[in-house]
């Protein structure tokens, strides 16, 4: 089998055991965003650190997307500033309770804690920060892999705990992601794995999120705030009243 092919399968076994394995907690997600979104309140999500960022960029401006969420872009846990920076800080206790504050989340919104791992301080502080300040707290990581990372790691939080099982989290949607990330052992290549899975399973555990807020939006009899792509006719015209609606309020929107 070639190394493309090995890829695309353990890829699509990834994806099978999300969509089969997590649909409950999909739902259970699904309803406190609706709620949180019918209500007027607001979804934030913060991938906290690396290739997790993703997360955030991925809900934000979306065609097909919730318009309603504040996506916390923050620097520091960014790899365009430096991706050594970027691990450095994501281990940095406090920092993220920092970022959690300057955005306004508050009491009735969502949070969304996407981090693969699950095991580093930015991760583990934002959900405890995000409850502490009333929000429900939704994660979306690989206990799988947590659960294998010893306690003492350098990369851990100073408590050793794992976001899958905080208390203070709500619900959690895993990922499916393996030890490692990586799936593809490629012949000649010895000890070492190519071909990450963590951002197109994270990916696809968020957008199947999301149409399911939608659905559910939909049969309660509420119009579900959705993005078009202002690339198609019409779409700059259709966003317009939503630019004008959360401008104000989603801190990287305008």
Same mark, same amino acid.
């Given at each position: 089998m070639k190394a493309r092919d090995e890829f695309y399968s353990a890829i699509k076994g990834i994806l099978d055991g999300i969509s089969k394995d997590e649909g409950e907690n999909l739902d259970r &997600?699904?309803?406190?965003?609706?709620? &949180? #979104?019918?209500? %007027?309140?607001? #979804?934030y999500v913060f991938g906290t650190g690396g290739h997790s960022y993703i997360c955030a960029e991925e809900m934000f401006y979306r065609t097909g997307g919730l318009v309603p969420v504040n996506a916390m872009l923050d620097a520091g846990v960014s790899l365009a500033f430096g991706a050594g920076r970027s691990t450095w800080?994501? /281990?940095l206790p406090g920092y993220s309770q920092r970022v959690i504050k300057s955005y306004g989340l508050g009491e009735g919104d969502v949070l969304i804690v996407g981090n693969a791992y699950g095991i580093n301080s930015a991760t583990i502080d934002a959900a405890i920060e995000g409850k502490r300040l009333g929000a429900k707290v939704i994660a979306i990581t690989s206990p799988a892999f947590s659960k294998q990372i010893p306690?003492?790691? !350098? &990369? /851990?939080?100073?408590? %050793?705990?794992n976001l899958f099982e905080l208390e203070e989290v709500d619900v959690?949607?895993?990922?499916?992601? !393996?030890? %490692?990330? &990586?799936v593809v052992e490629v012949e000649g290549l010895d000890g070492i794995?190519? %071909?990450p899975s963590s951002t197109m399973a994270s990916s696809f555990t968020i957008n199947s999120l999301?149409?399911?807020?939608?659905?559910?939006?939909?049969?309660r009899g509420v119009e579900p705030p959705v993005w078009v792509?202002?690339?198609m006719p019409g779409g700059d015209e259709k966003n317009a009243k939503y630019l004008k609606k959360y401008g104000h309020v989603?801190?990287?929107?305008l």
């Open positions: &997600a699904a309803e406190i965003m609706a709620d &949180a #979104i019918e209500a %007027g309140h607001l #979804i800080i994501e /281990r306690k003492d790691h !350098p &990369a /851990r939080h100073p408590s %050793g705990k959690v949607l895993d990922n499916h992601m !393996p030890l %490692g990330d &990586a794995k190519v %071909g999301v149409v399911t807020v939608v659905e559910k939006l939909v049969k792509s202002s690339n989603l801190k990287h929107l």
